[in-house]
């Protein structure tokens, strides 16, 4: 019998529950027809990466030699891309971040997992907010951490702030914050970060150490409201920023992203410093060249984020008319509704019967609701309303 770690054989054995759902609607497709089945298990962007992508991309293979291209970039990131990125944030956000505050990644989960390796030590703590994007545990247990998650506030899935601070303790290294928010949609409004922050200020200074705020924000761009997202790094000089093009821009396969390690924070030089030796470490040597590259160029697009705002208002409008509950959900693209009974799975099951295909809440930490994925053709929306009629009637709702 060979000898392997069996937490890397149970990673890699068992299956989410996204990728469970995801893999019975492909199935289902194959035996009924795609169009028959309407699958909402899965956050792969169904909006086409701008014209200017492709654009970029022809031009760069057209005109860049080779060699560089396609060759390894400094570990931190070509410079000239950091810089661009820079400008773009000091223009947004009136900051003053320079190209060596930044560590360019593979996506989002790229730069978690470097930031995480950086804080980790053992013992550590990391709390975040349930409902939860389900890999941070797999990234805060491989950097030596353990997850520690606030349930949710379920009225309106901003921070319970009583649950909050009975979770902190000397341990907690750092919190994990994202908004908009996989799965339920909602953004932090400025009055909860600008608490979030105080909040971590005054335990910083009781325990005597940083508490670190790792703010995820790969749905940055994706929001409907017309009040501006607060730039979190503005309310808690600590934060650090992970960043991805993944959603924004519909290039998750193309793995690029960032950390952004803000100059204001407490050693900011040798936390970036750590964030470095862990993308070394963890064996990330450097983002994807080519498209570091297509980011700087892009910088300040998104794709068209017109259809997703049709989407969420077709879909929510409907679901709370067949009387479905379900909180604000102000950007990302994900509605997160009760489901009727406590019982998450059993109404996923039941939704299968029509080959409606969503995930139980269960999965983000929170029973009790189920996540729609609603980053899809508009014209399955429309295809699945009925559906989710017929099972709002099964349960009496309507
Ligand atoms: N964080 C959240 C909340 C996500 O939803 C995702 C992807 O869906 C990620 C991180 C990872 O994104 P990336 O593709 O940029 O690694």
New binding site residues.
């Given amino acids: 019998m060979i000898q392997l770690s069996q937490r890397m054989v149970a990673l890699g054995t068992a299956r989410s529950e996204i990728r469970e759902a995801f893999a019975f609607a492909q199935a289902r497709a194959a035996e009924v027809g795609a169009e028959n089945v309407d699958d909402f298990s899965i956050?792969n962007p169904s909006v086409p990466a701008p014209e200017t992508v492709a654009q970029a991309v022809r031009e760069l293979v057209d005109s860049v030699d080779p060699i560089k291209l396609h060759g390894y970039t400094p570990a931190q990131g070509d410079g000239e891309v950091r810089q661009a990125l820079a400008e773009d944030l000091n223009r947004r956000h009136g900051t003053a971040y320079g190209p060596d505050d930044f560590y360019l990644t593979?996506?989002?989960?790229?730069a978690?997992c470097c930031v995480l390796s950086a804080l980790g030590c053992p013992g550590d703590q990391f709390v975040t907010f349930a409902p939860y994007?389900p890999?941070y545990k797999v990234f805060v247990e491989s950097a030596g951490g353990e997850l520690v998650a606030v349930p949710a506030d379920l009225a309106d899935f901003q921070i319970d702030f009583d649950a909050f601070t009975a979770a902190l303790n000397p341990q907690v290294k750092g919190v994990i914050i994202?908004s908009p928010n996989?799965p339920t949609g909602v953004v932090y409004s400025e009055a909860t970060i600008r608490r979030l922050g105080q909040t971590l200020a005054e335990k910083s200074q009781e325990y005597g150490h940083p508490i670190w705020l790792i703010s995820?924000e790969?749905?940055r761009e994706i929001v409907y409201q017309d009040t501006p997202l607060p730039w979190v790094p503005d309310y808690y000089a600590n934060t650090l920023v992970c960043y991805?093009y993944?959603k924004s821009l519909s290039l998750?396969g193309q793995?690029i992203?960032y950390v952004l390690v803000p100059p204001q924070a407490q050693e900011a030089k040798l936390v970036y410093a750590a964030v470095c030796g862990a993308g070394r470490a963890l064996g990330y040597v450097c983002a994807p060249s080519l498209f570091q590259l297509v980011a700087a160029r892009c910088v300040g697009q998104t794709s068209d984020m017109a259809v997703y705002r049709r989407n969420r208002d077709l879909l929510l409008d409907a679901l709370r008319e067949m009387g479905y509950t379900c909180a604000q959900p102000d950007g990302a693209f994900y509605l997160f509704p009760r489901t009727p009974e406590p019982d998450a799975g059993a109404f996923c099951q039941r939704a299968r019967k029509y080959d409606l295909v969503l995930v139980p809440g269960d999965s983000f930490g929170c029973p009790g609701h189920v996540r729609i994925s609603y980053c899809v053709p508009t014209e399955q929306i429309q295809r699945a309303l009925p559906k989710f009629r017929a099972l709002a009637r099964e349960y009496g709702l309507c």
């Fill in positions: 956050g593979a996506g989002a989960a790229g978690l994007f890999e994202n996989n995820d790969p749905y991805s993944s998750p793995r992203g």
